[in-house]
């Protein structure tokens, strides 16, 4: 784990995570800070909370790079792997609240993995 400064434009984005329930991607996250940073200060900032341990990130159906606060911050990425939900229809996205144990497999170490569901959300499915 790394550690990270405390600026404005830092403190700015996790107060944004804090109060999301949805994974975010990246462009909505520039026209949210439209004007506070630049993009590069944003793709510099996802990457340091993500090295943190303080988000994660998965790509969407669409290959768009998602992010979303970790409920946990003290654990590895295979301490807290999850499938994540992308509606086939809106487009909203979730973490799914299950976790995923990924067995050991001889001669092979797994350092992350990513699990994307698609379908239709409740919204959707009525």
Do not use: W
């Not at 990130?57 to 003290?74: H, I, P």
């Not at 170490?109 to 569901?117: P, Y």
């Not at 239709?120 to 009525?126: G, I, P």
């Amino acid at each position: 784990m790394s550690i990270i400064r405390k600026t404005k434009t830092v403190d700015s984005l996790i107060k944004f995570f804090n109060q999301s329930k949805d994974p975010i991607t990246i462009s909505e996250l520039v026209d949210e800070f439209d004007g506070v940073m630049n993009k590069s200060t944003v793709y510099r900032i996802l990457e340091r909370l993500e090295n943190s341990n303080i988000l994660h990130s998965f790509m969407d159906s669409e290959g768009l790079r998602r992010y979303a606060k970790l409920n946990n911050q003290n654990t590895t990425s295979q301490a807290d792997i999850h499938p994540h939900f992308v509606c086939n229809q809106c487009g909203d996205s979730s973490c799914l609240p299950v976790k995923i144990s990924i067995p050991p497999i001889p001669n092979y170490v797994i350092e992350s993995a990513e699990h994307l569901l698609t379908g239709r959300c409740k919204d959707c499915s009525s």
